[in-house]
């Protein structure tokens, strides 16, 4: 169908509207953002348009005549339609808008996946993500079952069965409270003697506690933990105390060691207190898209943080880790 002749404009209906509504040309042109002499100009080209006089234009004023507020009745019942009109393009454009499940760490969500995000959104503001936060066992099985896209995680080893790649690393520190006597000391700490201390210990499937426990494997079976913690905020809630020793995040113990709540405890073997982040995703499901930009931005992002801490050797070349696919994540 093609529009009649005459048909008028949305915007001048709108405004004619306005002057019902509010009760002059001026106050109506105010609403819309316009002067009084265009907004009268408006109108004097729509009546030019119908053919018909819309208002009475006078020296204390203009008010619709009634032929007027008849199109003003007819405009309302147009300008509702437009109005649903649009809102329902709206709802069609977010159910079509790209969408990308992820699944992350605790400490990856927490203090990694903001900034990978704004660096996304930056290139696609139009793609919708949905996160999930889990520990990295957990997460791994997300994106197994295909309930997550792609997934973030830390630990020693690649889990198995996924695809792969290496985004950056992460450096842990022993931390205690001022007030243990650890915090004293002069001789650094070795393997050893982490492993044969009781420490707070994250919940099994963290990432951290496996990086933890497989780096005090090598110096001896590790003790039994001071307590299983959900999370790291209740690790460091312990800590504070000075119930026990723990190994966490330098990203996470940060605020502490700023305020001296925990002390930083220096390692024979610090170097080796590191972890990997990875961008984990089906074998047959390659990142691509928004999904793929992604794992570029946080490749690029970690690669810049890792150069600010001294760490840039351990991923100036990421690596793809699993042999059984070729994805160009250039």
């Known amino acids: 169908m093609t529009l009649p ?19 002059s040309l001026g106050a109506a042109a105010r609403r ?22 819309l208002l009475d234009r006078g020296p204390t004023g203009s ?19 437009v109005g649903e009109l649009v809102d329902e393009v709206g709802r069609l454009r977010a159910a079509q808008a790209p969408r990308l499940r992820i ?36 997460v791994a099985a997300l994106v197994k079952t295909g309930v997550a896209d792609l997934g973030f995680v830390e630990g020693p080893h690649p889990p198995a069965g996924l695809g792969s790649r290496v985004l950056g690393t992460d450096d842990l520190v022993v931390v205690v409270a001022r007030d243990h006597p650890w915090a004293r000391r002069e001789a650094p700490v070795t393997l050893r003697e982490l492993a044969a201390t009781a420490l707070l210990w994250r919940e099994p ?51 502490d060691l ?19 982040f990875r961008a984990i995703w089906r074998r047959n499901s390659p990142p691509s898209g ?25 991923i100036a070349s990421p690596q793809v880790e699993s042999s059984e696919v070729n994805e160009e994540l250039a």
């Open 5 to 23: 002749p005459g048909t008028p404009d949305l915007e001048v209906l709108d405004l004619l509207v306005s002057v019902a509504e509010l009760g």
């Open 32 to 53: 819309h953002g316009i002067s009084q002499p265009a907004a009268s100009m408006r109108i004097s080209a729509m009546e030019r348009r119908l053919h018909v006089k």
């Open 63 to 81: 008010e619709l005549t009634d032929a007027g507020r008849a199109v003003v009745d007819h405009a309302r019942t147009v300008l509702a339609a």
């Open 103 to 138: 699944a992350a760490s605790k400490t990856i969500a927490d203090h990694r996946i903001p900034h990978w995000l704004a660096a996304l959104r930056q290139d696609h503001p139009e793609v919708v993500i949905a996160l999930e936060v889990e520990n990295s066992t957990q």
């Open 205 to 255: 499937g963290s990432g951290t506690r496996d990086t933890v426990w497989d780096l005090l494997s090598t110096e001896g079976s590790p003790t039994g933990p001071a307590a299983e913690l959900g999370s790291a905020a209740a690790i460091l809630a312990a800590a504070r105390t000075g119930m026990a020793p723990a190994v966490l995040s330098r990203l996470i113990a940060a605020p």
């Open 258 to 276: 700023a305020t001296g709540s925990l002390v930083a405890v220096p390692t024979v073997d610090g170097a080796r207190l590191t972890r990997k």
């Open 290 to 314: 928004p999904g793929e930009l992604l794992v570029i931005r946080a490749t690029h992002l970690e690669r810049a943080r890792s150069a600010v801490v001294g760490l840039a050797d351990e």
